[in-house]
């Protein structure tokens, strides 16, 4: 199973970006899909998790910017981020929990003052 991120990239402070994570290979199903961020000097961090029925859980530091939604038939998480800061700074990791956690590559998310 792969997981291939895509849509990072840089933006000013107040803009929006929107990451998604697709997932290939042989598994019927993921349980739990999410985000996580390192930023330089950091330890990695929740940032938003969805379960296989839709329910979902923010890190209170996202809440009410960022919006994380997933396509069970596609294998696919999505990560719409609004309000960007310069603190949203960080790689951005996205994982899959299926017979095991699955992990995509990172993707770089910069918010420039």
């Known amino acids: 199973v792969q997981l291939v991120e895509s849509g990072g990239g840089s933006v000013q402070a107040g803009g929006s970006l929107s990451l998604s994570c697709a997932a290939s290979?042989?598994?019927?199903?993921?349980?739990?899909m999410g985000w996580y961020r390192q930023a330089p000097g950091k330890q990695r961090e929740s940032v938003a998790t969805?379960?296989?029925?839709?329910?979902?859980n923010y890190a209170e530091f996202v809440k009410g910017r960022f919006t994380i939604s997933r396509d069970n038939a596609k294998k696919t998480v999505y990560l719409q981020m609004n309000s960007l800061e310069p603190e949203d700074t960080a790689v951005y990791y996205c994982?899959?929990?299926?017979?095991?956690?699955?992990w995509g590559q990172g993707t770089q998310v910069t918010v420039s003052s």
């Open positions: 969805m379960s296989r029925s839709g329910r979902a």
């Open positions: 290979g042989i598994i019927f199903s993921f349980n739990v």
């Open positions: 994982y899959a929990d299926g017979t095991q956690r699955f």
